[in-house]
């Protein structure tokens, strides 16, 4: 389903946990890393997309999470050709996403990457919340900087601040300006320190 830009429509999750440290999935067979994120059926709105994605790719149910939070508008990336299907260039663009930030109430036996018989990811961590950005798909990079900077401020824990905006990474250009939208509490967290460099968690396959 795509609109008439060209651009499918999509979710991202940012998952925490306790410590707001982000799940961080590996691609199935590759090196790249990213967050769980997948495309929204005909008639579905995109929390029932999350909802749906979140457990085909990494086991949960409603129960096991809370949503903190959500973007506003949508945030889009381009496609490179070589990784757009022959018969489908021309049409396709790209993604146009919204993205969650849900807190993990559950507990880590919860997740379960074999919920499906179509995994996305053949193992897991969790990261420092501001993930290591050489580690994304280049073309995906800005919109991971815009979807994390907007959603930093409902981290349950006021103590991070996008360090990757001093190194000249800009935020994705979104449908139009605006902030993110309040969490279910309605409280804000305010900006923080910067955060130390990222620490990797251990995998989990």
């Known amino acids: 389903m795509l609109d008439r830009d060209g651009f499918r429509p999509n979710v991202g999750i940012v998952l925490l946990n306790q410590k707001n440290q982000v799940f961080w999935g590996k691609r199935i067979r590759t090196h790249s890393w990213q967050f769980p ?3 929204i059926d005909r008639g579905e709105t995109p929390e029932q997309a999350m909802i749906r994605e979140l457990h085909e790719e990494v086991g949960l149910q409603r129960e096991h999470v809370r949503i903190v939070a959500r973007t506003r508008d949508w945030l889009r990336y381009e496609v490179p050709d070589r990784f757009i299907r022959r018969d489908s260039r021309g049409f396709y663009k790209g993604q146009k996403q919204i993205w969650f930030l849900l807190q993990l ?3 880590d036996w919860d997740l379960n990457l074999r919920a499906t018989d179509h995994p996305e990811f053949d193992a897991w961590r969790w990261n420092d919340y501001w993930v290591p950005l050489d ?14 900077t907007e959603l930093a401020r409902y981290l349950p824990r006021h103590e991070h601040r996008n360090r990757f905006l001093r190194q000249g990474v800009r935020p994705a250009n979104a449908e139009s300006g605006g902030d993110a939208a309040t969490d ?22």
């Open 37 to 39: 994120q997948g495309g």
């Open 184 to 205: 279910e509490s309605g409280d804000l967290a305010p900006d923080a320190p910067l955060a130390p460099d990222s620490q990797h968690g251990n995998e989990h396959v």
């Open 105 to 107: 109430v559950g507990h």
């Open 135 to 148: 580690a994304v798909v280049e073309f995906k990079r800005e919109v991971y900087v815009t979807a994390l």
